[in-house]
């Protein structure tokens, strides 16, 4: 359970310093735009998402608080 803990805090922690350090990713998303029969057309567009600095924050320190208190567990 301690190992659990300690690992779960090491994890949101990384995700939260990937967060603050770099706060927008972009992905590719394919979208059909017309099918007529069995040909289709698609389009691969770029899109960008931003992760919140508060939700990175609250990653950091929830992740050191479980680093910090995952050895005290019983």
Excluded: W
Aim: net charge positive; aromatic share 4%; charged share 20%.
């Amino acid at each position: 359970m301690r190992r659990f803990v300690i690992i779960l805090g090491i994890v949101l922690l990384v995700a939260g310093v990937a967060g603050l350090v770099h706060p927008n990713f972009s992905y590719h998303k394919q979208e059909e735009v017309a099918k007529i029969g069995p040909i289709k057309a698609t389009m691969d567009e770029e899109k960008t998402a931003q992760i919140p600095a508060a939700v990175s924050i609250v990653l950091l320190v929830s992740g050191i608080g479980l680093v910090l208190l995952g050895p005290r567990i019983k």
